[in-house]
């Protein structure tokens, strides 16, 4: 073994323990590398989040066998109830679950240490480390009142939308989030029956954005406000505020304004940036890959990325174990190619962001999908991925739409 190998700590240090990170620790550590995941929480630890899982999301889990365990643990439900500016709804069938983040990372972490992957926090990263040639080779923390180095073959930073982590990485491109996100949990046992799928609203009141209402059983609801804007433009300086909008919510949305009103908080609501469409930051350099929200893996429009992180932290997984042996440059282009695979239907998610920002169409499609079963049979394809959501918002998917079918 070369003396250089001899002083590493791990041969790949994993530096974030959400979906993305834990996924991809799991998987090495199933590969037998070996594997630290480290995090800056103490878990399990809250993470402010809207809690779906969407099909893409049960799918990565069935790949790290835990999809049987977590719906188990989840609140299942069959349908989005998708709520229109003038007051159309329509149920879009679809295979759901809502499980709070601070439950659903705790069960990944546990299944990457389970499989063999070792486990430090909290860690607080400050800086990545470097060999003779610049090959990045592992990071220093604060741990505490002191700093610890921590050496590795590969370093994979799955540290979700922090922009911060990106810059001390040297591979943000784009400091400003995407979206920003506010939600809650309140208790309302009595609203159970009066909610049972997840909903989303569209409102012209919501200024470009959407509220949402997902059970996650035991009369516990996840409540909250996002708005996301169009890729490479800056935020704007109106952007609205999240606690006005959440306001604004509770105006024009009944459920939304029962459960503020008649239900008991769980704790505060907290807001979260949003980094999305697979851009804003370096997938790779020399030694590093970069993973999950901190790749930008959040879908633009809706705003879910928990399946998307566990995909991207598979992919990281994949790459490192089949080219374990090979040079940074093989390694890092196998990489950009297997998100540069997924990059169309980000691409589609970021054209169906005209629904955030044009409401009318939101009533459109709401209205044809109430009386065309083939219509709504395409929203229930964007869910499980079948159908390419910017087709719907391209002017020739919403002539389609128009048109008299099934």
Known sequence: MPAAAATRDCEVLVIGAGPAGSACAQMLARAGLDVLLCDRHVFPRDKVCGDGLIPDAHQALACLGLADAVLARAACATRVECFAPRGGQVAVPAQLAVLPRRELDEMLRQAALAAGARWLAPLRFEALLHDADGRVAGARFREGESTRELRARWTVLATGADARALELAGVCERRAPSGMALRGYVRHPGMGAAIGGLQVVWHRALQ?????????????????????????????????????????????????????????????????????????????????????????????????????AMESGLAAAQVLTHGRRGSDEEVSATYQAALAALQPRFAAYELANRFNEHPWMVDFVTWRARRSPAVLARLAGVLDESQDPGRLASAQGLLRILLPMG
């Open 208 to 308: 470009g954005g959407y509220g949402w209402i997902f059970p996650a059983g035991g009369g516990r609801f996840n409540l909250g406000v996002g708005y996301l804007h169009r890729q490479g433009a800056e935020v704007p300086q109106h952007a609205p505020k999240l606690r006005q909008l959440l306001d604004a919510f509770a105006q024009v949305h009944e459920p939304a304004r029962e459960l503020m009103q008649g239900g008991a908080p769980a704790g505060e609501f907290k807001g979260a940036p949003l980094r999305c469409s697979l851009a804003g930051a370096r997938f790779a350099r020399p030694g590093l890959l970069v993973t999950g929200e901190a790749a930008g893996s959040t879908y633009l429009f809706t705003g879910e990325g928990i399946g998307k």
